[in-house]
């Protein structure tokens, strides 16, 4: 997935492909973008410190094995230095750092990081609570769509599974922002037929996306 920042062209394909979504339905839609929802250093840290506490006792034991003793205080001191060596390089090489973590908690921190966005953007607030979220983490390979308790009375968890595979889509072939007009478009489509736009409509929320 590429991580490199929308143009202001791509972000005014966006916000027109909102507004013309949110004219055929009462419903609202917000668009957000994250790089990473971790740093992941914490989480890199400590299965680093696992793994080489572990692969160190295994050697002590193998050295063991073969007539050849390994003092506590010796090995206790190698496995500080190893340690300290790794944490050096994670903080040096953030890049690294998500590398060493598990995927599950990679989607476990980008649906934390939908789920915070939701709620600090305000699309949980709408009048008829109709707002839907579109986020895509880059790092993690992450999109989810959160939508507000009106919408998902009506609308079936299927339907947001095919808009989600559609943005992750764009996004591997690094066509993100088309990703988001796609997405907005058939989210758009759903809403209409559940929600449609009514006289007394006006527009809550920013047609933006944003970006972290």
Same mark, same amino acid.
């Given at each position: 997935?590429t ?5 202001q062209? @791509? ?6 492909? /909102?507004?013309?979504?949110e004219?055929?339905?009462? $419903? @609202?839609?917000?668009c /957000?973008?994250?790089?990473a929802?971790?740093?992941?250093l ?6 680093v410190? =696992?793994?080489?506490?572990?692969l160190? !006792?295994? =050697? ?7 007539w ?5 205080a010796?090995l206790? !001191?190698?496995? &500080?230095? *190893?340690?300290?060596?790794?944490l050096v #390089? +994670?903080?040096?090489?953030?890049a690294?750092?998500i ?6 908690l ?5 649906h934390?990081?939908? &789920?915070k966005?939701? %709620?600090?953007?305000n #699309?949980?607030?709408?009048?008829a +609570?109709? $707002?839907? !979220?579109? %986020? ?6 992450? *999109?989810?769509v #959160?939508?507000?308790a009106g919408?998902n009375r009506r ?12 943005? +992750?889509?764009h996004?591997?072939? $690094?066509?993100?922002a088309?990703?988001? /007009?796609?997405? #907005? $478009?058939?989210?758009?489509? !759903?809403?209409?037929?559940?929600f449609?736009?009514?006289e *007394?409509?006006?527009?809550e929320l920013?047609?933006?996306?944003v @970006?972290l």
């Amino acid at each position: 997935m590429t991580t490199r920042s929308m143009t202001q062209k @791509e972000h005014a394909l966006i916000a027109a492909a /909102v507004r013309e979504a949110e004219a055929r339905t009462s $419903g @609202e839609i917000y668009c /957000v973008v994250a790089r990473a929802s971790d740093s992941y250093l914490f989480p890199a840290a400590f299965f680093v410190t =696992v793994a080489i506490v572990t692969l160190s !006792l295994f =050697v002590s034991l193998a050295l063991h094995h073969w007539w050849f003793d390994v003092r506590p205080a010796t090995l206790a !001191l190698a496995q &500080l230095l *190893a340690i300290a060596c790794a944490l050096v #390089v +994670l903080w040096f090489f953030p890049a690294l750092r998500i590398r060493l973590v598990p995927k599950r908690l990679q989607f476990r921190r980008a649906h934390e990081n939908a &789920l915070k966005q939701f %709620f600090a953007r305000n #699309v949980h607030i709408t009048t008829a +609570l109709t $707002g839907v !979220l579109l %986020f895509v983490s880059l790092a993690e390979h992450y *999109a989810e769509v #959160v939508a507000d308790a009106g919408i998902n009375r009506r609308v079936d968890q299927v339907a947001w599974n095919d808009v989600v595979a559609m943005l +992750l889509d764009h996004a591997r072939r $690094g066509d993100l922002a088309n990703g988001f /007009v796609a997405a #907005v $478009g058939s989210v758009g489509s !759903l809403l209409a037929q559940h929600f449609p736009v009514g006289e *007394a409509d006006f527009n809550e929320l920013d047609d933006h996306v944003v @970006e972290l």
